[in-house]
């Protein structure tokens, strides 16, 4: 391949091209050069009215292409003054696929298609000039064509960024570029380096910036000419995108800091530094930049880094410690056992008081005492309660682990009031209060904790200067006021000031005054200051003053230069108020004729300022009226009024600038002042930046309510906006970015659901919304909005569709994904008080307070009514949002009804009834009768309902009997609200009024329960998340709660590190609670595997050895369990060996064929795994098998050698889900890589393929010899067999051995440096590490370790040593030889302190002594193998390192993050080992990162020679790379796809095929090569179906593909671009098909309907609904003259939908013309398996259209011939298996048919002969032959296998 090198540095491109000479470039319309005198060179002008019609074009030719590498593009230009101009970049990305990146400043909005990225430009403008200030302006300025003084711009563009970040694809080259009018350019060029044209040479020399750090100066050719002492910045502009800070817009270029510094440049790419999203578009923007799309997401998979959690207030990152360490973390604790209430109250005494619990009856005590008395000393050291346990108590059996619950969430803001925000001084978390709870968010993280202690709604919040102290009061008759440590968490005071309605606090600035206004008991306002100087040392609070007055006081506040001095303000009045000598005493401003005005806010001018002098003192004053007053404090006169006035008349499209004037005024609700600027939020939703002359704004958001609040940091930098409606977020000055912080409901919450796939919360609020909110970032998805109040909602449990019932009846169903209304109902006439879909979403039910319910068919698009029964339910609201349970089989349906008294079981699939309970006399001794009011099914056990009733009671009752199984009383002191069941019925949830209990459900305890509060309304609904994971409770706000219960399976590990012959001797007891801990969660692992056992087990010696840092395993060559298994020779064949000899031919037979069970082997295996509950290892280095619910059909049996009907020719794709599965010898021309269960080695000069087949299952792993002549494969065995390794002989591809030893998949293989042994180490299922001698195959010697093992490999110079990591630590192991024996001595070592709790993922030797490791968390560590002690750390990447290669002194690094670096580490050689290097960052350079590159998936495989210039890697996406780091260049050697492959085609000529896949893309490659010639993709769709048009010729080829959103897409081969869109469905399309003369498109949908399109204009010719109903899975159209059956046409096509049913269709498309020729009906039974029934599937006969052959579900499995000439079937040919796709060649009567079974089975239709082959690992879903018959493709999953068909 050519070399890259000539680009380096960078390519000018118009000396590349030549541009003068205009031979290798176009222009067109009026372009010309002048010489500027600015730059003085010569620049060219491209003018012109239109600015397509006048441009430059390089190259000229569209064939032809730049082919520039460079990641940055340079522009250097001047936007011509008052006009627009556009730019075209034309781009490669992977696979050649083209993608057009255009910026202009004539775009208003961001756009985006899979082929088109369309950027704003927003002009900058010159420094000081009129425009600069003007271009401020939040609806104009900088958008539209550019100023008068726009200056000489240097643009630069990451087009790898762009492209990966807009696409998700991976860069290759620039192809051309198209300048046009209007602007003036002197110069473009490209360059893989960061370049700064604000540096000269002298200063990069000076700042040591060198092109060898990938940044550097600008080059003199490109570089803007700066006079003499002058700054480049002063003179132009440079702008970079994506920007250098993280608050510029996302979506819009424009001009970032105005002087970057060029020191701070790196080579790191910007992904990093995308600004928070703006969670809902348009409504919450920044006016000045106009932002219309949300930025894309980024998924945050790394850990937040512990450096920034102690400035909350935590000082480790154990899950133990506490956050508010006096309420045991984030929970609201209050003690189930405790047993009395009177405790002592103290101020706390340790920062660390974990396992406190919050009693909430002192507060009760204290509220009652301030009722009895007005005593002036009000203050008390903090209530700090105490749970002392005593002796007994602590011996009681408890619900552990204690907390239970832990509050991680809260979505809401507000409550009493959204006027109290605050910023902490750092500016990097604000405070708010959501209802009675205070939150502390950290803006970088949106981290939350949480001030917990208040038991009625915040009202007011107020901090100190510096933010130490933290004040909080809370509204209601009981207004108590509290003060906290911030930092710690801590309450240090708690007092009452004897009032109501407490709206105001204000701290001074040292904190030693707190100044709150509320109501006394008259209702007047009182005005209180307290002493707070010492609340901080313990010391107790004092009243220093205090004042009832009549003046209303909205706002007040303690003058930051004076802490004796206040300003207040409200209706009628602005006062200035002093306390001396214990009085408070006040005088108003005079206010002259402003006297009227309703004063809302002050501010003073100098925020924190501490001067003591009155003089230069000035207080801001805002009005509903929109006036500004400013007032000189120490002459307490106004010196200054103005007005805030809408918008004036708009003149040439633009908005005149907001002025102070005389008219109609906007009320301003806040005022907020710094030293450079003022900030007010207003009633029409704006928050606005002032100078302080308040001459015109220069910065504005909108936001979507009136904002009431606003709040300047302490830095000026930042400001906050909180809004009316709930919203809260800030405002970034100096980037003009917005970002919201929180939304919330402004009402309580009714009900919500979880979406457990996508992970989305949907709510329901008496606010009238819904709205759906991401559980992870709780960002706000959607929002709908109903006149009708919504008051119940339920997610389907597998599609993005959830529904809602409304109060007046209504029930809609809304698609998610499409953001529209899918069906709507009417049946009921009462308020919706119950929503459910059953489990498996095939039905969906609702009921109304009116008492009727209805049953819904949810597996239709429209939800079609299929039952509704009136007066069965419970009449009334009381028992919404979930007043509906269905069972967790979805068989049975439970609910309050007909009367409150009786709970009803019916029927979920008729609502017919099968069983009354009467709840009101279960209890005989009750005095008044029970009601019900909640029902819940445990999940499971179906056959227990519970119910909660008004005796606050929750009865267990039998579903089949109706009798009382358990009782539980006293559940809540208010009656229970909501209950719900864990997943595996360990334990209860319940809810009554404002708190939340978790009980053990067996009720087997002492303490059965924990409760914890926090809401300050009753709870409406309580749930566990579907993981598991979480518990969710909804009232005033939303609440999420981590579950920190263990897991059954990870409560009793009996499994030892080491297998012992005496295992067997286990308790009866053990044995019973390891079947136990066999239930599995839907959650697959628990967040942290805790061990509690309840007794110990009889491995406990052995066990211990796990608590050792470091120990020897043992040298145990086989262990007891495990027989010696012999190295089985297999015949030298490439398919599966058969022990038994067969016929040469196979014929199908009538009867039964019958197959083997693998019963006892699988009963063996349980027994094997008895007792051992292996767990997942989190990290992607570990090889997981994809799930597959087919089975092999082991009667199969493969022809012999030589006597196939078809040969495998190709084999399509490679394994992205395996693990080092490629290999590669690049001296021995040797390469390798798997595929489902072929080993494909494939020749890289031809292309051509040879396939080693021998396998059944997925292929994990392979290894190769040094000597390159033996490849090792390995796999699962399936059936609950051991995995099957295979060694190869390469030379004539012949099976040598076969091993089948371990019990799970086979997670590593290597082979020694001098080949005499072979290692394989499994999976997690079984850690056993086992060694082979690499000549006989035999076992020598194997160990198992105590947890999963991830790599292993040889030493490269001593055969005796080896090396495994794992979750456990690093294994040094060392091959011990006496005689004839053979044994393996590992010693263990954990990773080092210094990276953390991780895992070891990948390893790779350096030399003799040395050994790198990589982590789950991106560490490479660098261990001294002779002392087994790691001395070197870094981070050599932000997520986990899976691939680990070594060459010489260069080290190869692969990530999860699709990063593959390559660093220099031949520094590690003159570190001594005991010098020990934690970080290399801070040691000086250490290890130097060479290079680094970008690929398309996460790295799984790698392979280079022996220098590490260049190799070959494999990814995650199916995809195999070679890499060449000399140019650094990647070339796609092996492509294929990552999801499911849905469809396959060939062209009419085979000289091309096409693929689809669920992924939504669809691409065409060429025969023979099999290369991918182009790939089309559509986002977020997945595509169904794929054909092509009867046209051979290229230049007229087109694909059509349908896609799951009902639209069909035609493509272009030639053009490689998307010719035509059509929208014919609005469901999933199924089939789609050219008619036989291509004249038109008939394509299918999943309900039935057959859409025939034109493929000229894309107008839907007509619909045809005989199908309606049922989805389509065939259609077909043929050449066929029709007159022979009786009808006009020539041709005939037919459709099979999946209710076996066949229309056939004789058309003429040109004399518009379909009729119906026949219509075919095959009867089957009622279908009872637990999957789909098999698909209906039909087709014609090549040979004779008038045949049609069909195959479905029926009464017998077969393939039945039917005439349309004599209207029957004609034959009949028995199948073994359903098939599942079927294919009927065209030049020989053979049939091919796939199964669930695996097997491809090839049918000769005249005979009925057949053969067998089995090389998928999965089942069959598309087969089909070429148009020639020449060739076969078969699919199964992702795996394309190609046929060369030679005849049976």
């Known amino acids: 391949m050519a070399?890259?090198?000539?680009?380096?540095?960078?390519?000018?491109?118009?000396?590349?091209?030549?541009?003068?000479?205009?031979?290798?470039?176009?222009?067109?319309?009026?372009?010309?050069?002048?010489?500027?005198?600015?730059?003085?060179?010569?620049?060219?002008?491209?003018?012109?009215?239109?600015?397509?019609?006048?441009?430059?074009l390089v190259p000229k030719n569209s064939s032809q292409s730049l082919g520039l590498t460079g990641r940055y593009f340079y522009l250097l230009f001047r936007p011509t003054p008052g006009k627009y101009f556009v730019v075209h970049l034309d781009v490669s990305a992977e696979e050649d696929q083209a993608v057009r990146i255009s910026f202009s400043n004539m775009l208003k909005e961001f756009k985006s298609t899979s082929t088109w990225l369309q950027f704003p430009f927003l002009c900058g403008a010159a420094k000081d000039s009129v425009y600069e200030s003007t271009s401020k302006s939040a609806r104009h300025g900088l958008v539209g064509p550019a100023p008068t003084s726009v200056r000489w711009t240097c643009l630069m563009l990451d087009l790898q960024y762009t492209l990966s970040v807009y696409l998700n694809r991976s860069y290759s080259h620039l192809k051309s570029v198209k300048l046009c009018a209007n602007m003036s350019v002197k110069n473009m060029f490209t360059s893989d380096l960061l370049l700064d044209p604000g540096v000269s040479f002298s200063e990069a020399k000076m700042k040591g910036l060198a092109s060898s750090q990938g940044t550097g100066p600008m080059p003199r050719d490109m570089s803007f000419p700066v006079p003499k002492g002058g700054s480049w910045h002063d003179l132009y502009d440079y702008i970079r995108f994506p920007s250098e800070g993280t608050k510029l817009p996302f979506d819009s270029i424009q001009k970032g800091s105005p002087k970057p510094e060029a020191g701070c440049v790196s080579n790191q790419s910007p992904v990093g530094e995308v600004p928070c999203c703006v969670s809902k578009p348009v409504q919450d923007r920044v006016s000045l930049i106009q932002q219309i799309t949300t930025p894309k997401s980024f998924p945050r998979n790394r850990t937040p880094l512990v450096t920034s959690i102690p400035e909350l207030g935590v000082v480790s990152t154990h899950h133990k410690d506490d956050w508010l360490c006096h309420n045991d973390g984030q929970h609201l604790r209050e003690s189930a056992c405790s047993a009395s209430h009177r405790l002592t109250f103290r101020p706390p005494c340790n920062a660390d008081d974990r396992g406190v619990h919050v009693n909430m009856q002192p507060e009760r005590g204290y509220c009652k005492l301030g009722e009895e008395s007005e005593d002036e000393v009000v203050c008390t050291p903090v209530p700090h309660p105490v749970h002392l346990l005593s002796s007994k108590e602590t011996r009681q059996q408890q619900l552990l682990p204690d907390p239970i619950l832990r509050l991680k969430r809260i979505v809401g803001f507000g409550g009493a009031t959204t006027k109290c925000a605050l910023w902490t001084k750092s500016g990097d978390a604000v405070v708010y209060p959501c209802h009675a709870i205070i939150v502390s968010l950290k803006i970088s993280s949106r981290q939350q904790r949480f001030f917990i202690g208040h038991t009625d709604k915040v009202s007011a919040l107020a901090f100190n200067g510096n933010t130490t102290l933290l004040a909080s009061a809370q509204t209601g008759n009981h207004s108590v006021v509290r003060v906290w440590n911030y930092h710690k968490g801590h309450c240090l005071a708690m007092f009452r000031i004897h009032a109501h309605s407490l709206s105001s606090l204000?701290?001074?600035?040292?904190?030693?005054?707190?100044?709150?206004?509320?109501?006394?008991?008259?209702?007047?306002?009182?005005?209180v200051v307290w002493n707070t100087l010492n609340v901080n040392k313990g010391g107790e609070v004092t009243i220093l003053a205090k004042a009832h007055t009549d003046v209303d006081i909205h706002t007040m506040k303690v003058a930051p230069f004076d802490d004796t001095r206040m300003v207040s303000c409200g209706r009628d009045n602005i006062r200035l108020w002093r306390v001396r000598n214990g009085t408070l005493r006040s005088c108003p401003v005079n206010l002259g004729e402003y006297h009227s005005m309703d004063f809302t806010d002050v501010s003073f001018e100098a925020g924190n300022s501490s001067?003591?002098?009155?003089?230069?003192?000035?207080?801001?004053?805002?009005?509903?009226?929109?006036?500004?007053?400013?007032?000189?404090?120490?002459?307490?006169?106004?010196?200054?009024?103005?007005?805030?006035?809408?918008?004036?008349?708009?003149?040439?499209?633009?908005?005149?600038?907001?002025?102070?004037?005389?008219?109609?005024?906007?009320?301003?609700?806040s005022i907020s002042v710094c030293s450079s600027f003022c900030a007010t939020g207003s009633e029409d939703g704006f928050l606005r930046l002032w100078p302080l002359d308040f001459s015109a704004v220069f910065l504005e958001a909108e936001h979507e309510g009136p904002v009431s609040l606003v709040s300047v940091s302490s830095d000026s930098l930042q400001v906050l906006a909180g809004t009316s409606t709930g919203n809260l977020g800030f405002l970034d000055v100096s980037s003009r970015g917005y970002n919201t912080l929180m939304r919330s409901h402004t009402d309580a919450v009714l009900g919500f659901s979880v979406d457990g796939v996508r992970r989305h919360?949907?709510?329901?609020?008496?606010?009238?919304?819904?709205?759906?909110?991401?559980?992870?970032?709780?960002?706000?998805?959607?929002?709908?909005?109903?006149?009708?109040?919504?008051?119940?909602?339920?997610?389907?449990?597998?599609?993005q569709v959830f529904s809602c019932g409304f109060s007046s009846g209504i029930v809609r169903i809304f698609d998610i994904s499409s953001a529209k209304m899918l069906a709507e109902h009417k049946q009921h006439r009462g308020e919706v008080v119950g929503l459910a879909f059953s489990p498996d979403g095939e039905f969906m039910y609702s009921a109304d307070s009116q008492g009727s319910l209805a049953l819904y068919n949810a597996s239709d698009e429209d939800h079609n009514v299929i039952r509704v029964v009136c007066n069965v339910v419970a009449r009334g609201t009381e028992r919404a949002p979930d007043a509906l349970t269905v069972s967790s089989d979805s068989r049975c349906l439970a609910f309050v009804g007909p009367s409150e008294f009786i709970v009803t079981v019916a029927d979920s699939r008729s609502l017919d009834e099968l069983l009354h309970v009467d709840v009101s006399i279960l209890d005989v001794d009750s005095s008044r009768l029970d009601s019900a009011l909640k029902v819940c099914f445990s999940p499971a056990s179906t056959e227990h309902l519970l119910v909660a009733t008004s005796a606050n009671k929750i009865l267990w009752v039998s579903t089949k009997t109706g009798r009382l199984l358990r009782e539980l009383s006293k559940v809540h002191k208010h009656q229970c609200s909501s209950l719900a069941v864990s997943e595996d019925s360990r334990f209860l949830l319940t809810a009554g009024h404002n708190a939340v209990k978790v009980w053990d459900y067996n009720m087997q305890l002492d303490v059965n329960s924990q409760m914890f509060i926090g809401h300050s309304q009753p709870i409406r609904q309580v749930s566990f998340t579907p993981d598991q994971l979480g518990v969710i409770s909804v009232g005033d706000a939303i609440f999420l709660w981590d579950f920190l219960a263990h897991p059954v399976d990870s409560l009793t590990d009996s499994r030892s590190p080491l297998r012992l012959g005496g295992y067997t001797s286990a308790t009866k007891s053990a044995q019973q609670d390891a079947e136990l801990n066999a239930a599995q969660l839907s959650s697959g692992m628990p967040r942290w595997p805790v061990p509690l056992p309840s007794s110990s087990p009889p491995q406990l010696e052995v066990s211990a050895l796990d608590q050792v840092d470091q120990e020897i395993l043992g040298s145990l060559s086989i262990c007891e369990d495990t027989p010696t298994i012999p190295a089985v020779p297999v015949p030298a064949t490439g398919s599966h060996p058969s022990p038994d000899s067969r016929p040469a031919t196979s014929f199908l037979k009538v009867t039964q064929l019958d197959s083997s069970s693998p019963l006892n082997t699988t009963r063996m295996y349980a027994v094997e795994l008895k007792g051992r509950k292996p767990v997942r290892p989190d990290c992607y280095r570990h090889f997981i098998p994809r799930f597959k619910t087919s089975t092999l059909d082991q009667a199969a049996k493969a022809p012999q050698p030589g006597e196939e009907c078809i040969k495998l020719k190709a084999v399509i794709g490679y394994n992205g889900n395996g693990r080092g599965n490629m290999v590669w010898s690049p001296d021995q021309g040797l390469f390798a890589y798997s595929c489902g269960c072929v080993v494909v080695v494939e020749y890289l000069h031809t292309g051509s393929q040879r396939h080693l087949q021998c396998h059944s299952e997925e292929i994990s792993c392979l290894a190769v010899t040094n000597d390159a002549q033996t490849v090792a494969s390995a796999s699962g065995g399936g059936h609950g067999n051991r995995s099957l390794i295979c060694i190869w002989d390469i030379q004539n591809g012949t099976c040598r051995n076969t091993i089948s030893y371990h019990r799970g998949a086979v997670q590593s293989l290597a082979f020694s440096r001098d080949d005499r042994f072979f290692l394989s180490a499994g999976d997690f299922s079984d850690p056993e590490v086992a060694l082979w001698s690499s000549k006989t195959f035999q076992l020598l010697s194997s160990v198992s370790v105590s947890g999963p093992i991830h790599d292993a490999a040889f030493s490269p110079s001593a055969a005796s040593q080896?090396?495994?990591?794992?979750?456990?630590?690093?294994?040094?192991?060392?091959?011990?030889?006496?005689?004839?024996?053979?044994?393996?001595?590992?010693?263990?070592?954990?990773?080092?302190?210094?990276?953390?709790?991780?895992?070891?993922?990948?390893?790779?030797?350096?030399?003799?002594?040395?050994?790198?490791?990589?982590?789950?968390?991106?560490?490479?560590?660098?261990?001294?193998?002779?002392?087994?002690?790691?001395?070197?750390?870094?981070?050599?990447?932000?997520?986990?390192?899976?691939?680990?290669?070594?060459?010489?002194?260069?080290?190869?690094?692969?990530?999860?993050?699709?990063?593959?670096?390559?660093?220099?580490?031949?520094?590690?050689?003159?570190?001594?080992?005991?010098?020990?290097?934690?970080?290399?960052?801070?040691?000086?350079?250490?290890?130097?990162?060479?290079?680094?590159?970008?690929?398309?998936?996460t790295t799984v495989s790698a392979a280079f020679d022996i220098t590490m210039d260049m190799g070959i890697v494999g990814t995650t996406a199916g995809t195999l790379w070679y890499i060449n780091w000399s140019d650094n260049s990647s070339i796609r050697l092996v492509s294929g796809h990552k999801t499911k492959v849905i469809d396959v085609a060939f062209s009419s000529d085979e000289r091309h095929f096409a693929t689809c896949s669920e992924d939504g893309s669809v691409r065409v490659w060429s025969t023979p090569s099999n290369e991918l010639v182009v790939q089309f993709q559509v986002l977020d769709q997945a595509c169904g179906c794929v054909c092509w048009s009867p046209s051979s010729s290229k230049d007229s080829a087109y694909v059509a593909a349908g896609y799951s959103d009902g639209t069909l897409r035609i493509f272009q081969l030639a053009s490689s671009e998307m010719d035509m869109k059509l929208h014919p469905h609005h469901v999933a399309v199924t089939a789609v098909q050219y008619s036989a003369n291509g004249h038109v498109i008939l394509s299918a949908g999943k309900n039935g309907l057959v859409a025939v399109s034109s493929p000229v204009n894309g107008a839907t010719i007509r619909v045809i609904r005989d199908h309606k109903g049922a989805p389509i899975t065939t259609i077909q159209c043929v050449n066929e003259q029709c007159k022979k059956f009786g009808l006009e046409g020539n041709e005939v096509w037919l459709a099979a939908s999946a209710d076996r049913r066949v229309s056939v269709w004789a058309a003429d498309w040109l004399k518009d013309t379909c009729d119906l020729l026949d219509w075919l009906t095959f009867p089957a039974p009622a279908y009872v398996g637990d999957d789909s029934p098999p698909p209906s599937l039909a087709a014609f006969c090549p040979a004779d259209p008038s045949l049609v052959v069909y195959t479905g579900y029926g009464v017998e499995r077969e393939l039945s011939?039917?005439?349309?000439?004599?209207?029957?079937?004609?034959?009949?040919?028995?199948?073994?298996?359903?098939?599942?796709?079927?294919?009927?060649?065209?030049?020989s009567p053979l049939i091919a048919v796939g199964s669930k079974e695996r097997v491809l089975k090839l049918i000769k239709s005249t005979s009925g002969r057949f053969q067998d082959f089995i090389q998928h690992s999965d089942s069959l879903q598309t087969c089909h032959f070429s148009p020639s018959g020449a060739l076969l493709f078969t699919v199964a999953y992702n795996e394309i296998l190609l046929w060369e068909v030679q005849g049976l």
């Open 3 to 56: 070399s890259k090198g000539w680009q380096h540095p960078y390519v000018n491109i118009f000396k590349h091209v030549r541009l003068e000479d205009w031979k290798r470039s176009a222009k067109e319309g009026d372009v010309s050069t002048y010489s500027n005198k600015m730059l003085k060179c010569a620049v060219f002008r491209i003018r012109g009215p239109v600015p397509a019609n006048s441009y430059i």
């Open 611 to 669: 001067n003591p002098c009155l003089d230069d003192q000035t207080l801001f004053a805002s009005s509903r009226s929109g006036y500004i007053f400013e007032i000189d404090y120490s002459r307490v006169v106004i010196t200054n009024v103005r007005r805030l006035l809408p918008a004036q008349q708009q003149h040439a499209n633009r908005r005149e600038k907001w002025t102070f004037n005389t008219g109609p005024g906007i009320a301003i609700n």
């Open 1761 to 1787: 011939f039917y005439s349309l000439a004599k209207k029957q079937i004609i034959k009949k040919i028995a199948l073994p298996h359903w098939a599942t796709c079927f294919s009927l060649c065209y030049k």
């Open 761 to 799: 919360l949907t709510t329901a609020s008496s606010d009238g919304t819904v709205r759906i909110w991401n559980m992870d970032s709780l960002h706000q998805l959607y929002d709908f909005v109903s006149e009708d109040s919504p008051c119940s909602v339920a997610f389907h449990p597998s599609e």
């Open 1362 to 1497: 080896l090396a495994c990591v794992g979750s456990q630590g690093a294994y040094f192991c060392l091959i011990h030889m006496q005689g004839l024996d053979v044994d393996l001595k590992v010693q263990r070592v954990r990773a080092p302190a210094e990276v953390g709790d991780v895992e070891l993922t990948a390893l790779c030797y350096h030399m003799d002594s040395f050994l790198f490791t990589a982590t789950n968390r991106g560490h490479v560590c660098v261990w001294d193998v002779n002392t087994q002690h790691c001395f070197m750390t870094w981070e050599a990447d932000e997520g986990e390192i899976g691939v680990l290669l070594c060459r010489g002194n260069r080290l190869l690094t692969g990530s999860n993050t699709r990063w593959l670096r390559l660093w220099e580490v031949e520094a590690v050689q003159g570190v001594k080992p005991q010098e020990k290097v934690c970080n290399v960052e801070n040691s000086g350079t250490m290890v130097v990162l060479e290079q680094e590159m970008m690929l398309d998936g």
């Open 506 to 527: 204000s701290f001074s600035y040292g904190g030693g005054i707190l100044c709150g206004v509320g109501k006394d008991g008259h209702s007047k306002t009182m005005v």
